[in-house]
Protein backbone atom coordinates (compact mmCIF):
# COMPACT_ATOMS: atom_id res chain seq x y z
CA UNK A 1 0.00 0.00 0.00
CA UNK A 2 1.29 3.59 -1.20
CA UNK A 3 2.25 5.67 1.93
CA UNK A 4 -0.21 8.44 2.79
CA UNK A 5 0.37 11.69 0.26
CA UNK A 6 0.71 15.11 2.65
CA UNK A 7 -2.58 16.64 1.62
CA UNK A 8 -2.63 19.60 -1.08
CA UNK A 9 -1.46 22.82 0.30
CA UNK A 10 -4.57 25.15 0.89
CA UNK A 11 -2.36 28.29 0.60
CA UNK A 12 0.59 29.29 -1.86
CA UNK A 13 3.64 31.11 -1.97
CA UNK A 14 2.69 35.09 -2.01
CA UNK A 15 -0.57 34.34 -0.98
CA UNK A 16 -1.99 37.04 1.61
CA UNK A 17 -3.67 35.35 4.66
CA UNK A 18 -5.14 35.55 8.06
CA UNK A 19 -2.92 33.95 10.79
CA UNK A 20 -3.92 32.91 14.36
CA UNK A 21 -1.58 33.80 16.94
CA UNK A 22 -2.77 33.47 20.23
CA UNK A 23 -6.80 34.19 20.38
CA UNK A 24 -6.29 36.37 17.67
CA UNK A 25 -5.66 37.12 14.57
CA UNK A 26 -3.27 38.86 11.99
CA UNK A 27 -2.84 39.75 8.66
CA UNK A 28 0.37 37.62 6.88
CA UNK A 29 1.79 37.06 4.12
CA UNK A 30 2.64 32.86 2.78
CA UNK A 31 6.59 33.30 2.01
CA UNK A 32 6.97 29.15 2.07
CA UNK A 33 5.05 26.03 1.70
CA UNK A 34 6.06 22.41 2.80
CA UNK A 35 4.77 19.53 3.27
CA UNK A 36 6.18 16.99 6.31
CA UNK A 37 5.12 14.10 8.52
CA UNK A 38 1.95 14.09 6.48
CA UNK A 39 1.22 17.82 7.09
CA UNK A 40 1.18 20.98 5.11
CA UNK A 41 3.12 23.83 6.99
CA UNK A 42 3.86 27.64 6.17
CA UNK A 43 6.34 30.07 6.83
CA UNK A 44 4.86 33.36 7.56
CA UNK A 45 5.36 36.97 7.70
CA UNK A 46 3.63 38.91 9.89
CA UNK A 47 2.77 41.91 7.90
CA UNK A 48 4.33 45.46 9.75
CA UNK A 49 7.10 43.61 11.48
CA UNK A 50 10.48 42.61 11.17
CA UNK A 51 11.39 39.36 9.54
CA UNK A 52 12.60 38.27 12.91
CA UNK A 53 8.94 37.25 13.65
CA UNK A 54 8.58 35.02 10.47
CA UNK A 55 7.56 31.54 11.79
CA UNK A 56 6.50 27.76 10.60
CA UNK A 57 2.55 27.07 11.33
CA UNK A 58 0.51 24.56 10.58
CA UNK A 59 -2.83 24.65 8.36
CA UNK A 60 -5.03 25.33 10.96
CA UNK A 61 -3.82 27.93 12.30
CA UNK A 62 -4.24 29.79 8.88
CA UNK A 63 -7.33 31.63 7.56
CA UNK A 64 -8.47 32.65 3.57
CA UNK A 65 -7.76 36.39 3.70
CA UNK A 66 -11.78 37.28 3.09
CA UNK A 67 -14.02 39.83 4.08
CA UNK A 68 -16.01 37.31 6.24
CA UNK A 69 -12.41 36.40 8.13
CA UNK A 70 -11.75 39.79 8.50
CA UNK A 71 -15.10 40.94 10.67
CA UNK A 72 -13.56 37.59 12.17
CA UNK A 73 -10.61 39.19 13.13
CA UNK A 74 -12.52 42.28 14.69
CA UNK A 75 -15.22 40.20 16.88
CA UNK A 76 -11.98 38.47 18.08
CA UNK A 77 -10.21 41.76 18.52
CA UNK A 78 -13.07 43.20 20.52
CA UNK A 79 -13.53 40.15 22.52
CA UNK A 80 -10.30 40.28 23.79
CA UNK A 81 -10.05 44.00 24.24
CA UNK A 82 -13.46 44.04 26.28
CA UNK A 83 -11.72 40.48 28.42
CA UNK A 84 -8.73 42.98 29.62
CA UNK A 85 -11.28 46.27 30.54
CA UNK A 86 -12.71 43.53 32.35
CA UNK A 87 -9.30 42.03 34.35
CA UNK A 88 -9.50 38.93 32.18
CA UNK A 89 -5.55 39.68 31.40
CA UNK A 90 -3.81 39.17 27.95
CA UNK A 91 -6.27 36.76 26.61
CA UNK A 92 -3.62 34.01 26.65
CA UNK A 93 -1.49 35.03 24.51
CA UNK A 94 0.38 38.23 22.30
CA UNK A 95 0.59 38.35 18.68
CA UNK A 96 2.65 40.96 16.16
CA UNK A 97 0.06 44.09 14.72
CA UNK A 98 -2.13 42.46 11.88
CA UNK A 99 -1.02 45.22 9.39
CA UNK A 100 0.71 48.22 9.06
CA UNK A 101 -2.90 49.62 10.29
CA UNK A 102 -4.75 47.10 12.07
CA UNK A 103 -4.72 46.34 15.62
CA UNK A 104 -2.27 47.30 18.84
CA UNK A 105 -1.23 44.03 20.65
CA UNK A 106 2.40 43.51 21.84
CA UNK A 107 4.65 41.33 19.68
CA UNK A 108 4.37 37.43 19.49
CA UNK A 109 6.60 35.47 21.97
CA UNK A 110 9.67 33.67 20.32
CA UNK A 111 11.14 30.32 21.92
CA UNK A 112 13.66 31.38 24.76
CA UNK A 113 16.79 29.92 24.75
CA UNK A 114 19.22 29.31 27.09
CA UNK A 115 20.73 32.90 28.08
CA UNK A 116 17.43 34.90 28.13
CA UNK A 117 16.17 36.16 31.20
CA UNK A 118 11.89 35.29 31.87
CA UNK A 119 9.40 38.00 30.97
CA UNK A 120 8.66 39.58 34.35
CA UNK A 121 5.04 40.18 33.09
CA UNK A 122 2.84 39.95 30.93
CA UNK A 123 1.51 43.43 30.85
CA UNK A 124 1.29 45.96 28.03
CA UNK A 125 4.65 47.78 26.87
CA UNK A 126 3.90 51.85 28.33
CA UNK A 127 2.13 54.04 25.18
CA UNK A 128 4.71 56.09 23.28
CA UNK A 129 4.05 60.02 23.52
CA UNK A 130 0.29 59.67 21.45
CA UNK A 131 1.08 60.62 17.96
CA UNK A 132 -0.99 62.86 16.03
CA UNK A 133 -2.92 62.11 12.53
CA UNK A 134 -2.44 66.08 10.64
CA UNK A 135 -6.16 66.46 8.69
CA UNK A 136 -6.14 68.78 6.17
CA UNK A 137 -7.00 72.23 6.48
CA UNK A 138 -9.93 71.16 3.81
CA UNK A 139 -11.30 68.50 6.17
CA UNK A 140 -11.23 70.03 9.51
CA UNK A 141 -13.96 72.58 8.72
CA UNK A 142 -16.24 69.39 8.42
CA UNK A 143 -15.66 67.75 11.64
CA UNK A 144 -17.05 71.11 12.99
CA UNK A 145 -19.89 71.05 11.20
CA UNK A 146 -20.43 67.74 11.38
CA UNK A 147 -20.70 68.71 15.46
CA UNK A 148 -22.83 71.42 15.21
CA UNK A 149 -25.53 69.94 12.77
CA UNK A 150 -25.45 67.26 15.76
CA UNK A 151 -24.68 68.66 19.12
CA UNK A 152 -26.30 72.26 18.02
CA UNK A 153 -28.92 71.53 15.82
CA UNK A 154 -30.30 68.23 16.93
CA UNK A 155 -30.01 66.32 13.36
CA UNK A 156 -28.59 62.99 12.91
CA UNK A 157 -26.95 61.52 10.01
CA UNK A 158 -29.75 59.52 7.76
CA UNK A 159 -28.54 55.58 8.59
CA UNK A 160 -27.89 53.18 6.77
CA UNK A 161 -25.70 56.01 4.89
CA UNK A 162 -25.88 55.88 1.02
CA UNK A 163 -22.40 56.29 0.66
CA UNK A 164 -20.99 53.75 3.25
CA UNK A 165 -17.38 53.25 4.96
CA UNK A 166 -16.83 50.64 2.67
CA UNK A 167 -17.30 52.08 -0.47
CA UNK A 168 -15.21 54.92 0.61
CA UNK A 169 -12.55 52.67 1.43
CA UNK A 170 -13.52 50.61 -2.18
CA UNK A 171 -13.38 54.08 -4.27
CA UNK A 172 -9.68 54.68 -2.89
CA UNK A 173 -8.23 51.36 -3.51
CA UNK A 174 -9.80 51.61 -7.04
CA UNK A 175 -8.59 55.38 -7.76
CA UNK A 176 -4.95 53.77 -6.47
CA UNK A 177 -5.01 51.07 -8.90
CA UNK A 178 -6.16 53.34 -11.74
CA UNK A 179 -2.64 54.93 -11.18
CA UNK A 180 -1.17 52.57 -12.29
CA UNK A 181 1.14 51.82 -9.18
CA UNK A 182 3.73 48.80 -8.72
CA UNK A 183 1.70 45.83 -7.30
CA UNK A 184 3.54 46.40 -4.08
CA UNK A 185 1.84 49.84 -3.47
CA UNK A 186 -1.97 48.61 -4.57
CA UNK A 187 -1.19 45.77 -1.93
CA UNK A 188 -0.37 48.56 0.81
CA UNK A 189 -3.52 50.58 -0.23
CA UNK A 190 -5.84 47.40 0.58
CA UNK A 191 -3.91 46.59 3.71
CA UNK A 192 -4.54 50.07 4.25
CA UNK A 193 -8.42 49.95 4.06
CA UNK A 194 -8.14 46.68 5.86
CA UNK A 195 -6.83 48.12 9.20
CA UNK A 196 -9.05 51.39 8.58
CA UNK A 197 -12.01 49.20 8.39
CA UNK A 198 -11.21 46.80 11.42
CA UNK A 199 -10.41 50.15 13.90
CA UNK A 200 -13.41 51.99 12.87
CA UNK A 201 -15.53 48.76 13.25
CA UNK A 202 -13.95 48.38 16.97
CA UNK A 203 -13.91 52.09 17.75
CA UNK A 204 -17.80 53.23 16.61
CA UNK A 205 -19.57 52.16 19.41
CA UNK A 206 -17.29 53.07 22.27
CA UNK A 207 -15.07 56.30 20.81
CA UNK A 208 -16.80 57.42 17.51
CA UNK A 209 -20.79 58.58 18.60
CA UNK A 210 -22.25 61.40 20.09
CA UNK A 211 -24.44 61.22 23.04
CA UNK A 212 -27.26 62.01 20.65
CA UNK A 213 -26.11 59.70 18.26
CA UNK A 214 -26.82 56.51 20.73
CA UNK A 215 -30.13 55.84 20.74
CA UNK A 216 -29.70 55.78 16.96
CA UNK A 217 -27.44 53.56 16.74
CA UNK A 218 -29.31 51.09 18.86
CA UNK A 219 -32.02 51.55 16.66
CA UNK A 220 -30.04 50.73 13.54
CA UNK A 221 -28.05 47.62 15.06
CA UNK A 222 -31.33 45.46 16.16
CA UNK A 223 -32.47 46.48 12.37
CA UNK A 224 -29.66 45.19 11.04
CA UNK A 225 -28.19 42.64 13.31
CA UNK A 226 -24.67 41.17 12.41
CA UNK A 227 -23.93 43.81 9.94
CA UNK A 228 -20.57 46.14 10.19
CA UNK A 229 -20.55 49.14 11.11
CA UNK A 230 -18.52 50.26 7.83
CA UNK A 231 -21.56 48.76 5.74
CA UNK A 232 -24.27 51.30 8.17
CA UNK A 233 -22.40 54.13 8.70
CA UNK A 234 -20.55 57.10 6.51
CA UNK A 235 -18.42 60.10 5.47
CA UNK A 236 -18.55 61.84 8.71
CA UNK A 237 -18.24 59.34 11.15
CA UNK A 238 -15.45 57.88 9.10
CA UNK A 239 -14.01 61.08 9.13
CA UNK A 240 -14.09 61.10 13.43
CA UNK A 241 -12.05 58.22 13.29
CA UNK A 242 -8.52 60.01 12.67
CA UNK A 243 -9.23 62.52 15.42
CA UNK A 244 -9.18 59.15 17.81
CA UNK A 245 -6.89 56.85 15.99
CA UNK A 246 -3.51 58.78 16.92
CA UNK A 247 -4.18 57.81 20.77
CA UNK A 248 -4.98 53.76 19.63
CA UNK A 249 -1.26 53.69 17.98
CA UNK A 250 0.63 55.29 20.55
CA UNK A 251 0.11 51.53 22.32
CA UNK A 252 1.02 50.00 19.16
CA UNK A 253 4.02 47.88 19.04
CA UNK A 254 5.42 49.35 15.76
CA UNK A 255 9.05 50.54 15.23
CA UNK A 256 9.50 54.22 13.90
CA UNK A 257 9.90 53.08 10.60
CA UNK A 258 7.13 51.01 10.67
CA UNK A 259 5.20 54.11 12.64
CA UNK A 260 5.60 56.74 10.04
CA UNK A 261 5.35 54.30 6.83
CA UNK A 262 1.72 54.21 8.44
CA UNK A 263 1.44 57.92 9.16
CA UNK A 264 2.20 58.33 5.52
CA UNK A 265 -0.55 56.21 4.49
CA UNK A 266 -2.87 57.27 6.67
CA UNK A 267 -2.05 60.97 5.21
CA UNK A 268 -2.31 59.64 1.86
CA UNK A 269 -5.87 58.45 1.88
CA UNK A 270 -6.92 61.78 3.69
CA UNK A 271 -5.18 64.01 0.98
CA UNK A 272 -7.30 61.87 -1.10
CA UNK A 273 -10.56 62.20 1.20
CA UNK A 274 -9.65 66.56 0.95
CA UNK A 275 -9.76 66.88 -2.84
CA UNK A 276 -13.37 67.43 -2.93
CA UNK A 277 -14.63 68.25 0.54
CA UNK A 278 -18.23 69.19 -0.52
CA UNK A 279 -18.67 65.95 -1.71
CA UNK A 280 -17.46 63.37 1.01
CA UNK A 281 -19.83 65.26 3.20
CA UNK A 282 -23.62 66.44 2.68
CA UNK A 283 -24.97 68.04 5.04
CA UNK A 284 -28.46 67.28 3.08
CA UNK A 285 -27.91 63.68 4.79
CA UNK A 286 -28.53 64.98 7.72
CA UNK A 287 -31.85 64.30 8.99
CA UNK A 288 -34.18 66.01 12.16
CA UNK A 289 -33.91 63.03 14.50
CA UNK A 290 -37.37 62.31 14.27
CA UNK A 291 -37.37 61.85 10.67
CA UNK A 292 -34.58 59.77 8.22
CA UNK A 293 -34.43 56.06 7.49
CA UNK A 294 -33.01 55.22 10.76
CA UNK A 295 -35.86 56.26 12.87
CA UNK A 296 -37.62 53.07 11.39
CA UNK A 297 -37.45 49.91 11.77
CA UNK A 298 -36.08 49.33 7.90
Sequence with gaps: MAPKQAPKPEFQEGERVLCF????????????????DKQVRYLIHYSGWNKNWDEWVPESRVLKYSEANLQ??????????????????DGGGAGPSTSAARGSPQPP???????????????????????????????????????????????????PAARNVDAILADYVAYKKAQGRRDSLEYAADELVGGIRCYFNVLLPAQLLYEAERPQHDRVLAAHPGVPMSQLYGAPHLLRLFVRIGAMLAYAAFDDKSLALLFSSLH???????REPAAFLDEAEYKEAAAGPSQSAA
Design 109 to 159: QRRRTRGDQASKSQAPAPARAEPQVQIPAELKPLLVRDWELVSKEGRLFAL
Design 72 to 89: KQCELQRANQDKQKMGGG
Design 268 to 274: DFLHYLA
Design 21 to 36: HGPLLYEAKCLKVARE
